[in-house]
DNA sequence: TATTGTTATACTCTATAACTATA
DNA sequence: TATAGTTATAGAGTATAACAATA
């Protein structure tokens, strides 16, 4: 044993993450990176636009336009902080909050039963271990 | 041990998908599309314009988009079937195949790079035990 | 000058709808 | 009529470039 092929490795990589990003468009038209910047808001507290920015790797100019969409229907506030106004502090507004609640159940549901009827419990167990993998990948 | 929370599991799985594609795509600007397609053809040879839009979870209108811009540049060639005139086959050109495998180090750098250094030997393990896992939640 | 963020604009990808050709 | 595929068009998402405000 010799490691792992890396080159094959990378490659199947990418075309099952275009696979599944696809198919979950298709499944649920979800807005994936605004369902994303919520749930990150509501784990990781206010925080800056270029933070999220950041987060999500993303640019700033990208991430300015979910965020004016995300104030539009309510579900965060912009407000400058006060020691630097340059910066703005996003905070998840209450309705945000419920709603990235309420909606999560409806929004995974595909997903969820994906997972509960293709994967076995060991094979879910495999998917725990290796998620937290692909984040430091994406976060690398 | 009551097994896997699923609505978590889908959830970050969801998060991590999307930064991931995102990531990629800064990285390289790569057609993910259209590499995955190439590659198929590689693996699995001359097929339909519907097997392929089947294959990769997209509208068969989608798919003819793809097509386009791939015969345009030469990678791929379009006959229709002999038996069935309805049908185009699908076929990579030896200019396809050259350019899939001339750029597959180059265009997957990165990522082979980010896993060479982010993860250890076990982890890429791991990572190749999940990603049939992945592959199938994509075609379930 | 450097940094944070926004506005304006364009490109990539994929969807829906309408159409053509063949069965 | 039904099926395989294409063309036309639109929308989501994110990029680059230029700009405004603050440090």
Known sequence: MTGVA?????????????Q??????NEYSF???QTSVLGRLDRDGTQTASALATAESMRPQS????????ETDGLISRRPDPNDRRRMLIKLT????????????????WLVDAIATTLTPD???TLVDALPLLRRLGES
Chains 1, 2 share one sequence.
């Open 6 to 18: 890396l080159d094959a490795l990378a490659g199947e990589l990418r075309s099952v993450l275009g």
């Open 20 to 25: 599944l990003v696809r198919r979950m468009r």
């Open 31 to 33: 807005p994936l990176t």
């Open 63 to 70: 991430m300015a336009q979910i965020l004016l969409e995300l």
């Open 94 to 109: 209450t309705r945000g909050r419920s709603q990235l609640r309420a909606n999560r159940r409806r929004r995974e549901g």
């Open 123 to 125: 094979e879910q167990r």
